[in-house]
């Protein structure tokens, strides 16, 4: 491609609203434009590197035997309706209605169109097992859109879902874009992170989330330093064991504590650890209270707590319904108590001696409270986010924390979909039986992005080769006319050799073409110049690194190959 | 590809809500299921031929030297207000409010978007000529969707925007374009009938629609039987010279026509041809009440009427406004008025003699009416409908009538998208310029579904190979296990000699085998069978016709090529 007949609108200074590397850049190298908040447009040079990352993606889900759909993206409101999510999907859903009043969902994502359509389409063990998918475009109402096309309000993503008759073959399943999802990003020369993940909304078990590593992530991760546990914060674990306080137990008495308002004043006042206070929250589960007890040193995980509480819907309580539950102001809640309330206690609140918490009456706090004595620990789960430092669940060392940006996502469903929307296949003895669903989501555009994030530097991009917009970008360096005829030769033989060559034919000066050739980041750059009409000489460069080469047209194919066959 | 592991869900029956032969074909063959109305599923055969045709537009496209793009499928507000359009749209497109109050089209066409990009990225007349495009889904609140995917509620678009200097520049963008869609539709097998149309609410100059001749098409074509002309009813003209009547002119006179309500009535009572009655019909232009004035045998075309009125909206008057501006009641009115209203005459009004016409009073005509004395012809357009007989307008031919399926537009846009958002450009002299657009859209699914429409029988599909999912069906018939095995051999050898193979190793009987083979209408039928096993004899079949013809192994691969070679 000659890049003077080319839509290469190059930007030398950072757009003000790019925060992150790969927004300034897939802006400065004119990959993408803004349309407006969260919507982008993508110009040729970035399509072209969104096309790669399709392709293989297409191709590894065609080797795992998926097969690929193409589904409306408006689906319809009775789908949704079918699996009780028209309710409860919350307002990151685009609905629309059209004139004839039906609903529809701008879909986010389509467990329930697929699994409508497979439904008409299996009606025996031997349908199964059955994996499908499509590569398509979705919605998401997003609040605060940012990162450029990390975050948008719409994007492209692949989504799979399988069908299996059982466990076992979900496994499978599973493990296969396991697998696939690894070949994948390893592809794209993304190094990525797996990590365990918390289900969410989508109900489920197993839960694998691929993760790049990124300062400007989103989500946080814990990554053992020892063995390989790596997880999501939303879900990770830790080792306990540990014990807070000592000594024999206390009497229970009432402390005063007027204008002592936080844990960290608390903990001034009584001169002791924060995580020997019993921090006692109420919230509404389904509409119901609840209180949970965690250390005051520990953040509640409210996915950890929701699961816990299978609750669809988890808020904090309003003051009056805390007033309520504890008979106090907000700010005394402590699970010494004669009210009825449900309390779910985490896995540390039994290791601390005399513990301190709220009295229930305001402006009071008990101090030596022991659990067992003073409150009985009923329901005990794991609700606390776990750390930096905090001991590998696994292996006891510490883990650290590192923020990441979300690609990828497999996970195993159950039988959330089949079994509210009614899928039943007759199995080997005949008999109906309820197929259970994994799903398995890829973030394209974010892929791009990320690929970007990890591989730059202050110049530019530095593109993997297999995700790069073109092999080879030509610099060529002419006054004359007949020097631009023998550029165009040169370019005609590498386009021939099957090079995908971004050519640069422009009037323009050295400086600027460099410029640009190192911000487009292609792989191998051939620099054609006076060198080249003089003597013969052209320079081979790698984006990745390394010196220039000096070669001369006829070993300048096998050159590039060397080259590219160089570069990850 | 296996059949027993591909999803090939055919059907025998047809679909009862499938009253045309695409539709119906597309199920049954299981190429689509319907997920809503006006909402369609591609299963993997189908998407297939989708990604056929959508490569065949792209390389063609590129040829052509356009870019590829990818729009935002919601399109900002702001946009669409710029141009003017948010409000002059209509209930077909779809509309959207974000959760932070921004609104959104689901768009329906990108021009706005398209000329927004652009307008960032043009700055002299170096930039232009520039054609840009993309293939990307588009959304319409159809509210009565119909005929499968022909007219369905979201389908894939390619559309094309080209900027040029001037005129001359716009002139050759658009043969550019003319040429690649008989390029790109010749390519899909696909017989079309290039027509002058309408540039309807685009605004615009000159204009051709790309028709698939159908019985189940919604636009009506005129066609010469002599010349070239060729176009449709939207914009058809005739030549005209009737004269309707004759003799010397009589005196005006009223006649009392109580109870005498339709033209064919009028024409019973006054024992006359319909052609002498001059029918009046108030519209309201843009607000303003005007009066279209046409022989009592011609259909308005409203569509001509907007157009000489440069009118945004045309809709009839409402009684009320019918009385104020004619003095009686609806079904009275006519020119002979001393009111003042805008009246626009069609072409054959002057070469009436001794007419008839509403007198503007209740229950009474005039006759004797005579153009010129009666009356002054001002404003004189072509304003009524051709149909089928209506002389030629180029060489006089009498014209025949055709229904067609629109698959392509291509458009002269004119100044409407540059001027109103503002693009401009340094011409060669230094003067800012406004660009002139031109548009160029391709429908998709429906490009497909006319293909099934214009090639079948009534066993199935037969495809045109650049278009049919796979190139050949092979049809294996077996019982034991080694011979499955031979087949698999054969299919083996298929693939390795760069077929697209669709392998049918079911165990299922041979008619099953035969009936989805006609059905799915692959160019090239392998059949192997008992024998094959037992002498090495294979069958080959077109599905375009011709003789069954026998092959050994060793010269099956060029039987298939010469048999792939003989198909459209």
Redesign the interface.
């Given at each position: 491609m000659r890049i003077s007949?080319?839509?290469l609108?190059t930007l030398k200074e950072d757009p003000s609203d790019a925060v992150v590397s790969s927004h300034r850049l897939m802006m400065r190298a004119g990959l993408i434009?803004k349309?407006?908040?969260g919507?982008?447009?993508?110009?040729?040079l970035g399509?072209r590197a969104?096309r790669k990352v399709i392709a293989i993606i297409k191709e590894e889900m065609d080797a795992a035997?998926a097969?690929?759909?193409?589904?409306?993206?408006?689906?319809?409101a009775?789908?949704w309706r079918e699996s009780g999510r028209w309710d409860s999907m919350g307002?990151e859903m685009?609905r629309?209605r059209?004139?004839?009043g039906?609903e529809y969902a701008?879909a986010p994502t389509h467990e329930e169109?697929f699994t409508?359509?497979v439904r008409?389409?299996i009606s025996s063990y031997r349908d199964l097992p059955?994996n499908?998918y499509q590569i398509n475009?979705k919605?998401r109402?997003e609040?605060r859109p940012r990162y450029g096309v990390i975050r948008s309000?719409?994007f492209i993503m692949k989504d799979a879902y399988s069908f299996d008759m059982d466990e076992k073959g979900l496994d499978e399943s599973y493990q296969a874009m396991r697998r696939a999802y690894r070949q994948i990003f390893q592809r794209c020369g993304l190094e990525t992170i797996p990590v365990q993940a918390d289900t969410g909304s989508m109900g489920g078990s197993d839960s694998e989330e691929f993760m790049v590593a990124s300062e400007v992530g989103e989500e946080v991760l814990l990554l053992c330093g020892s063995c390989d546990y790596k997880a999501n914060q939303e879900k990770a674990e830790f080792r306990r064991g540990d014990r807070k306080g000592g000594g024999a137990p206390e009497a229970l008495r009432e402390v005063s504590t007027p204008d002592v308002k936080t844990i960290a004043d608390l903990a001034a006042f009584f001169q002791c650890d924060e995580g020997l206070f019993l921090k006692s929250i109420v919230y509404l589960a389904d509409g119901a209270p609840v209180m949970a007890v965690v250390p005051g040193n520990r953040e509640i995980n409210e996915l950890k707590l929701a699961r816990a509480l299978k609750a669809t819907a988890l808020e904090l309580a309003p003051d009056s319904v805390v007033e309520e539950v504890t008979g106090a102001p907000v700010g005394f809640a402590g699970p010494v108590t004669d009210k009825k309330v449900r309390m779910l206690f985490d896995l540390a609140v039994k290791g601390v001696v005399n513990g301190i918490t709220g009295a229930n009456k305001k402006d009071l706090h008990y101090a030596g409270v022991n659990p067992g004595r003073d409150f009985t620990i009923g329901e005990e789960y794991d609700l606390t986010k776990a750390v930096a430092g905090d001991p590998c669940p696994k292996c006891g060392s510490p883990m650290r924390e590192t923020k990441g940006i979300e690609v990828g996502h497999i996970f195993k469903l159950g039988y959330k979909y089949t079994k509210s929307m009614k899928v039943s296949v007759l199995n080997e003895q005949g008999r109906e039986t309820t197929p259970i669903m994994g799903c398995y989501g890829i973030g394209v555009n974010r892929t791009v992005a990320a690929i970007v994030e990890q591989h730059h530097d202050d110049k530019g991009i530095i593109w993997p080769k297999a995700i790069a917009p073109f092999d080879v970008h030509l610099v060529g360096i002419w006054k004359e006319e007949q020097e631009l005829r023998a550029l165009e030769g040169l370019y005609d033989t590498l386009s021939k050799a099957g090079f995908e060559v971004l050519y640069d034919d422009r009037k323009a000066s050295p400086g600027i073409k460099f410029a640009d050739a190192d911000l487009a980041g292609l792989p191998v750059r051939v620099t054609a110049g006076k060198g080249y009409f003089q003597t013969g000489d052209l320079e081979i460069k790698c984006r990745w690194g390394g010196e220039v080469v000096k070669v001369k047209e006829s070993g300048l194919v096998e050159a590039i190959r060397d080259s590219l066959a160089g570069c990850p």
């Open positions: 007949r080319y839509i609108p434009r349309e407006s908040a919507m982008y447009v993508y110009l040729p399509l969104l035997g097969h690929e759909f193409l589904m409306p993206e408006m689906t319809s009775d789908l307002p685009f629309i059209d004139r004839n039906l701008l169109a409508a359509v008409s389409l059955l499908v475009t919605f109402d609040i309000k719409e």
